[in-house]
C-alpha cells in the first residue's frame, strides 16, 4: 500500500499555496501526477520546494500592507509567471524569430481585468464616501486644508498603485497568452496540422 506521506492531495495542498485550483491543475497534469478520485497526487517533495519558493518570493514584512484586492492581485501576478516561465522552458526545444510575436485577448482574460476594473471603481467611490461624511465641524479651516490635501495625495498614490498593478496583469496575461498561442502554432505545424508556408490548415 502507498505511504500517504510521501504525496499531499491537491485539495491539501491548496490551503497552503497561494495559488488558483485551475492552475494547480494545470502544473500537476503537466507533470504527470497520478490523479485519482479524491484529485491528483503530489509528491511531498514537490510541495515543498514550490512552497519554499512561493515563501522567498513573498513581499517583505516591513511594507505598508495592501488592500484585500491588491493582495489577490499580487497573487494571482505571482501564479501566472510562475506559469510563464514553465511554458517558457517547455519553448526552448523550439526555434522562435525574434520579429515573430503572437497576441490574443481571450474573453476569460477580458473579464477577468473588467472585474477587477469594476472593484477599483467601487474603492474609489468609497472613499469619495467618506470624505462627504467627514465631521467638519470639529476642524478648524486649517485642520481642514491639511486633512484633504492629505487625503488627495493618498487617494491619487492608491489610484496610481490600483492602475499600476491592472497594467503589470494585463501584461503578465498577454505573455502568457503569447506563448500559449506559439506552443499551439508549432505543435500545430510539427504535426503536419497546417501547411508551414499558408499557416492555414489542410
Known amino acids: 500500500m ?3 506521506s510521501t504525496y499531499i492531495l491537491l485539495k491539501d495542498a491548496l490551503k497552503s499555496l497561494n495559488i488558483k485550483e485551475r492552475a ?3 502544473r500537476c497534469k503537466k507533470l504527470a501526477f497520478e490523479r485519482t478520485k479524491e484529485g491528483y497526487k503530489i509528491p511531498i517533495d514537490v510541495f515543498n520546494q514550490w512552497s519554499a519558493k512561493q515563501t522567498a518570493n ?3 514584512t516591513d511594507r505598508k500592507p495592501q488592500t484585500a484586492t491588491a493582495t489577490q492581485l499580487d497573487l494571482e501576478v505571482e501564479s501566472l509567471k510562475a506559469k510563464i516561465k514553465e511554458l517558457e522552458a517547455e519553448l526552448q526545444q523550439y526555434e522562435i524569430a525574434e520579429n515573430e510575436r503572437i497576441e490574443v485577448f481571450t474573453n476569460e482574460d477580458y473579464i477577468l481585468f473588467e472585474q477587477r476594473l469594476n472593484q477599483w471603481h467601487t474603492q474609489r467611490q468609497d472613499m469619495e464616501h ?3 461624511i467627514f465631521n467638519a465641524e470639529k476642524k478648524s479651516l486649517n485642520e481642514l486644508y491639511d486633512h484633504y490635501k492629505s487625503q488627495f495625495h493618498y487617494q491619487k498614490k492608491q489610484n496610481e498603485k490600483v492602475l499600476e498593478m491592472h497594467q503589470r496583469l494585463i501584461d503578465v496575461v ?3 497568452t ?3 498561442i506559439q506552443r499551439n502554432v508549432i505543435e500545430a505545424r510539427d504535426k503536419d ?3 508551414k508556408d499558408t499557416w ?3
Open 193 to 195: 496540422v497546417i501547411n
Open 178 to 180: 503569447k506563448i500559449s
Open 58 to 60: 513573498q513581499p517583505q
Open 24 to 26: 494547480l491543475q494545470t
Open 130 to 132: 467618506q470624505e462627504q
Open 200 to 202: 492555414r490548415t489542410k
Open 2 to 4: 502507498e505511504n500517504s
Open 174 to 176: 498577454g505573455e502568457q
